[in-house]
């Protein structure tokens, strides 16, 4: 089964019509999107949007064998020209079944927004999964296989791709396309690197694939290290590597600060901005769940956790820290460390990067920064992936 993508960007297209923002200024050229279609074999496409005719001839396809026209969007989309030929603009109805001449079939998948989902089989066997922008299944998904191809909005509902992992109809080997592209999304090897996180990829307008073809599918990182200073965006960032995963464990080494309203309330709004299938667990002693089997970790934050390992050590009293309590915080370290190295789980850990402002007034500010720079030395030898997020831009420093 052959897809040709004629289209990849949100309703709008990319740029938007007269929008002044940033992401439209630098969508031009290869970056340029229009709104998503997708013809399949020549003889299905899925939704008609405007200039559809032209988008097939500049990829060096016709629509003229065109047998069925199915809508996924809400509702009928911007007024367009109708091809001559082309046969009316349909929708199934959710859960029936459209089967084809040549012999492909198409079923109507219910969606938790407005809009329908469509499940292509080619005669082959081949199956893809195209599903509209904002959008996941509804209720739960009954799949006995994975999807050879994901066709879905990855970047504005990662937590559909979570879904069908969780279900099991995507797998390793599914390839999985970010389509209804938008401007809130960055552009260029930025755009590359996000969907990569998340197992997915993007490919330009007019792009032709063969669904069940080996394609390199992006590696997930084993391990990754966000670094960034206060209010930098590293823990959105961290999570967002994470969102499109079901059954994320946070471990938040925060711990609890009882009548302190202000961080009660950090804590709330941390815990309302992550999806709603992880858990959370609030705990600094990270060795046993890098070393369990499990879901993926996201440790907020290291530099929490060396606080709490430098209260242990009582490294805050001079003689007690050259009496033997650097020693016993190295040694709390190197166990960290180790557990990192040997560990199956996937981990996303959040740690402050310091020692580029002001050098601290205390010997104790002083032995901190200093500690938290040789962890985070340490933690970011054992990682894959190492970034540093400044004013809430993310810079890739190893991967």
């Given at each position: 089964?052959?897809?040709?993508?004629?289209g990849t960007?949100a309703?709008a297209?990319?740029?938007?019509?007269?929008?002044?923002?940033?992401?439209?200024?630098?969508?031009?050229?290869p970056y340029?999107?229009?709104?998503?279609a997708?013809?399949?074999?020549?003889?299905?496409?899925l939704?008609?949007t405007?200039?559809?005719?032209f988008?097939a001839?500049?990829?060096?396809?016709?629509l003229?064998g065109v047998q069925?026209?199915?809508?996924?969007?809400?509702?009928?989309?911007?007024?367009?020209?109708?091809?001559?030929g082309?046969?009316r603009?349909?929708?199934?109805?959710?859960?029936?079944?459209?089967?084809?001449?040549?012999?492909?079939?198409?079923?109507?998948?219910?969606?938790?927004?407005p809009?329908?989902?469509?499940?292509?089989t080619?005669?082959?066997g081949?199956?893809?999964?195209?599903?509209?922008p904002?959008a996941?299944?509804?209720?739960?998904?009954?799949?006995?296989?994975?999807?050879?191809?994901?066709?879905?909005?990855v970047?504005?509902?990662?937590?559909?791709?979570a879904k069908l992992?969780?279900?099991g109809?995507?797998a390793?080997?599914t390839?999985?396309?970010?389509?209804h592209?938008?401007?809130?999304?960055?552009?260029?090897?930025?755009?590359?690197?996000r969907?990569?996180?998340?197992?997915?990829?993007?490919v330009?307008d007019?792009?032709?694939?063969?669904?069940?073809?080996y394609?390199?599918?992006p590696?997930l990182?084993?391990?990754t290290?966000v670094?960034?200073?206060a209010?930098?965006?590293?823990?959105?960032?961290?999570?967002?590597?994470?969102?499109s995963f079901?059954e994320v464990?946070?471990?938040?080494?925060?711990?609890?600060r009882d009548?302190?309203?202000?961080w009660a309330d950090?804590?709330?709004?941390?815990r309302?901005r992550r999806?709603?299938?992880?858990?959370?667990?609030?705990?600094?002693?990270l060795?046993?769940?890098l070393?369990?089997?499990?879901?993926?970790?996201?440790?907020d934050?290291?530099?929490?956790?060396?606080?709490?390992a430098?209260d242990?050590?009582?490294?805050?009293d001079?003689?007690?820290w050259?009496?033997g309590g650097d020693?016993?915080?190295r040694?709390?370290?190197?166990q960290l460390v180790?557990?990192?190295r040997?560990?199956?789980?996937?981990?996303?850990?959040?740690?402050n990067e310091v020692g580029?402002g002001v050098?601290p007034?205390?010997?104790?500010?002083?032995?901190?920064?200093?500690?938290?720079?040789r962890?985070?030395a340490?933690f970011?030898?054992e990682c894959e992936?190492?970034?540093?997020?400044?004013?809430?831009?993310?810079?890739?420093?190893?991967g």
């Open positions: 089964m052959e897809l040709t993508l004629l960007g309703p297209g990319l740029p938007r019509p007269d929008c002044p923002c940033a992401s439209c200024a630098g969508a031009l050229g340029a999107r229009s709104a998503a997708v013809l399949v074999d020549g003889v299905l496409l939704d008609l405007p200039g559809a005719a988008a001839a500049r990829a060096g396809h016709s003229a069925q026209v199915l809508l996924s969007h809400p509702h009928d989309g911007p007024a367009v020209e109708h091809p001559a082309l046969p603009a349909a929708r199934v109805p959710d859960g029936s079944e459209l089967a084809l001449l040549d012999g492909h079939r198409v079923r109507a998948v219910a969606l938790d927004a809009g329908t989902g469509y499940e292509v080619g005669p082959g081949e199956s893809v999964l195209y599903l509209p904002g996941a299944p509804a209720g739960e998904v009954a799949r006995p296989e994975p999807y050879d191809m994901v066709l879905a909005d970047l504005g509902r990662p937590d559909a791709l992992r969780a279900a109809a995507v390793a080997t390839d999985v396309l970010a389509v592209i938008d401007h809130d999304a960055p552009s260029g090897p930025e755009l590359d690197r969907l990569a996180a998340a197992g997915a990829r993007a330009r007019g792009t032709t694939l063969v669904v069940g073809e394609h390199a599918v590696d990182p084993r391990r290290l670094l960034g200073g209010r930098s965006g590293k823990s959105v960032e961290a999570e967002r590597r994470l969102e079901p464990l946070y471990v938040a080494t925060g711990g609890v009548g302190d309203a202000e950090r804590i709330r709004l941390h309302e999806p709603g299938s992880w858990r959370t667990t609030e705990t600094c002693d060795v046993p769940l070393e369990e089997e499990g879901p993926p970790l996201l440790i934050c290291l530099s929490l956790w060396l606080t709490d430098m242990k050590v009582e490294a805050w001079d003689a007690k050259a009496a020693r016993a915080l040694e709390q370290v190197a180790c557990a990192v040997q560990s199956r789980r996937t981990v996303v850990a959040v740690s580029s050098v007034a205390t010997a104790s500010g002083r032995r901190f920064r200093d500690e938290l720079g962890l985070n340490a970011a030898s992936h190492v970034l540093l997020v400044v004013a809430g831009q993310v810079l890739v420093l190893r």
